[in-house]
């Protein structure tokens, strides 16, 4: 074996070969090509390869470099059909090892399956012909899919989600910001914190629950079969809250438990200023069938009942309204009824109309109506169906002082008749019925006490007195005794003791002795004080005597 050594630079213009290694201390340079058939071995290679052709091997490793360099891949061949990266898209393809990022400015088409072990940054658009799976996916841009995109984790977007497709999912799909879908098939649950808009119609073989507040009229809802209540269907745990009406189509009731404090309430605030019509609370109920049965029909029916109390004070009110209108400035008008009441029937067949009927019974006090209004006003009144202004009204004010008026507003026809099947009994406590104007009576007319009559007494028929017979010693009183009385005591001489003048002052009494009467009749009065003419007692001393005493106060005096 022959060995060469040229010691110091060699400088050699022509063509040097071998089938041996050459070693070179220093630097190696040259003008034209370096043709190795073998191996090259360099713990450095500089340079930036450009012009390196037909490389055979498993591949260049330039991840140890420490430099901050883009190290370019050239390709020179078509893309392979086996899956492995082609080199023939003529595009620029860049390493950095500093930064370990493969970089190009062209599309990479991946025809068969890829696994990235770490993430996958595009900052362009991303295009899966075929099915891809990833784990981890942070995509600034758009995606884009002509089949299925299947996410198996959480997918969090944070921008517009827009699917021209549908949407299937198996679990939980969360949008925090908007989204918008075409077609959505799932068969997990739908949740967001924000609100949901449906373009189109939702149906669901499950429940639709909705912990916040569901906004619509709900016109459009049919075929909501059983109860409306929480074991049957659950729209919302804060309530049902419409912007328009609830609209209920068939029998519906609204079954529960109202837990102590708690109540159903219907709450409408009214802000407009402008003139309009505001109800809170309307049951428009049309029967609209040509029955030939019987009918019973409530527009509105309460039944409270509580049985269970067994002490403390307890109220029950079956309909309680407080209607309040007032204006914030000294101007305008106010009108306020606390109950309107329209009955209105017809004439076929055989009507009943009743505007109100009131029961009440089975307490220890029992009050049809109670009336309590401001003093001054009008407790009661009953107007004419032909003219509001011809009524009869009853006013009480302080100390129970109560008038009764009738008004013609025509003229002075506003009688007031009494039709009584019995008798009127009036008994004030007083003492004094005043009565302004004349009274007539058709009838009798019988004043069981004193009367006092200011004017003329004229009488256009007789005059009928009640007489009493006395056959046993008497004591005359104002509320038992009439004004005219016949002692008939035979022969039993009798005594009759007169009210005490005082008190009995305006009274009178007529006394005869019986003509048939042999004993003595003896007037006195009710106490030592009490004379008959300046005399303590008189006596009737002949059959068919008598005589009239009216008390002046003071003493009975002889008419």
Known sequence: MAYKVQLGAAHLEGLISGSSTVSTVGSLSSSGDIAV?????????????AGLTNISADGIDVTSSTGDLAYSLVFTEGFQTDGTLGLGGNADLNYNADSAILSGNAGLQ???????????????????????????????????????????????????????????????????????????????????????????????????????????????????????????????????ETSGYLKVSGSTTLAGTVAAGDTVTVDKDHSATVATTVTGLEIDFDKTGASTSNNTMYGLKVDMDNTTATNGANSMYGLHVTPTLTHAADAGNTLVYGALINAQGGTNGTSFVQGARIEAGGGDINYGIQLDVEDGGVDLRIESSADSGDYFQIQTTTHGATTITTVDD?????????????????????????????????????????TLLGGQL??????????????????????????????????????????????????????????????????????????????????????????????????????
């Open 410 to 450: 025509d003229a002075s026809a506003a009688d007031l008749t009494f039709n009584v099947d019995g008798d009127i009994t009036l008994d004030p406590v007083g003492g004094n019925v005043t009565v302004d104007a004349a009274i007539s009576s058709s009838g009798g007319a019988q004043v069981v006490g004193n």
């Open 110 to 240: 991946m025809v068969e399956g890829s696994i990235f072990g770490g993430a996958l940054n595009v900052s362009g658009a991303v295009t899966f012909a075929n099915t891809a799976s990833l784990s981890n996916v942070d995509i600034t841009g758009a995606v884009s899919a002509s089949s299925t995109l299947q996410i198996v984790g959480a997918a969090l977007l944070g921008g517009t989600l827009g699917v021209s497709g549908a949407v299937s999912a198996e679990s939980t799909v969360t949008i925090e910001g908007t989204g918008s879908f075409s077609s959505v098939d799932m068969t997990g649950s739908l949740s967001g914190s924000n609100t949901a808009v449906f373009g189109s119609s939702i149906s669901s073989s499950g429940d639709i629950a909705i912990s916040g507040a569901y906004h619509g009229d709900g016109s459009n809802l049919t075929g909501i079969a059983g109860n409306v209540s929480g074991s049957a269907r659950h729209y919302s745990s804060t309530g049902l």
């Open 458 to 559: 004229g009488i256009s028929g007789g005059v009928q007195f009640h007489v009493t017979t006395v056959i046993t010693d008497t004591h005359l009183t104002a509320s038992t005794a009439t004004t005219y009385q016949v002692v008939s005591g035979g022969t039993t001489a009798l005594t009759v003791m007169l009210p005490s003048a005082s008190t009995g002052e305006n009274y009178q009494y007529a006394v005869k002795r019986h003509a048939l009467m042999s004993g003595n009749v003896t007037i006195t009065g009710s106490d030592i004080a009490d004379v008959i003419d300046g005399n303590a007692k008189l006596t009737l001393e002949t059959a068919g005597a008598s005589v009239f005493l009216i008390s002046d106060g003071t003493q009975w005096n002889i008419f």
């Open 37 to 49: 058939t073998g191996a090259v071995h360099a713990t450095t290679l500089f340079g930036d390869g």
